[in-house]
T-cell receptor, first 115, second 114 residues
């Protein structure tokens, strides 16, 4: 059973550019949540996808968008990058919308630096 | 921004000492979670609490779900060097949609010296 894998692990972009981050869910998990973790802070909920549909969104602007594919892998896209977008982006997967907390699995994250 | 207040922000302790940290919220949750995050890794769940007043242990870790449902604490007894890391509290509310939208505290950095 593989865990949650994210790619790339590190990347550097400049302001105004666009970025796509990828997440492969743990085997059997059909629900994916994305979190942004700024340096020295706890993760903040961006949005969640269930069965390829967005199911809830945190306080993030529309330039943060996502996709979930039929194999339950997911992408996070950020357009018009700003300096404050520099953060660790975490993907977490689980099975179903009402699974217990003990099955929510986080990936190691993608570290984005915006210059 | 963060809605959970986690304290202390950091702790420097000697090996063998006990560690206590807590988390308070302006909102009621029906689930409290405690995670540990090591450098370069994602958060790993330590303890999950589902009921007000619940006291749960996991080895040397003990956590409690506050009766008001607005607070929780985590204790680590007899600390060892591998306890070093950042500990996060998180609250969640199970709804008919999803419980999976966690709100995290800002973390407590624990440093253990021999």
């Amino acid at each position: 059973e593989t865990g949650v894998t994210q790619s790339p692990t590190h990347l550097i972009k400049t302001r105004g550019q666009q970025v796509t981050l990828r997440c492969s869910s743990q085997s059997g998990h059909n629900t994916v949540s994305w979190y942004q973790q700024a340096l020295g802070q706890g993760p903040q909920f961006i949005f969640q996808y269930y069965r390829e549909e967005e199911n809830g969104r945190g306080n993030f602007p529309p330039r943060f968008s996502g996709l979930q594919f039929p194999n339950y892998s997911s992408e996070l896209n950020v357009n018009a990058l700003e300096l404050d977008d520099s953060a660790l982006y975490l993907c977490a997967s689980t099975f179903g919308l009402l699974s217990g907390a003990n099955v929510l699995t986080f990936g190691a994250g993608s570290r984005l630096t915006v210059l | 921004g963060q809605q959970l207040n986690q304290s202390p922000q950091s702790m420097f302790i000697q090996e063998g000492e006990d560690v206590s940290m807590n988390c308070t919220s302006s909102s009621i949750f029906n689930t409290w979670l405690w995670y540990k995050q090591d450098p370069g890794e994602g958060p790993v769940l330590l303890i999950a609490l589902y009921k007000a007043g619940e006291l749960t242990s996991n080895g040397r870790l003990t956590a409690q779900f506050g009766i008001t449902r607005k607070d929780s604490f985590l204790n680590i007894s007899a600390s060892i060097p591998s306890d070093v890391g950042i500990y996060f509290c998180a609250g969640a509310t199970m709804t008919t949609d999803s419980w999976g939208k966690l709100q995290f505290g800002a973390g407590t950095q624990v440093v253990v010296t021999p």
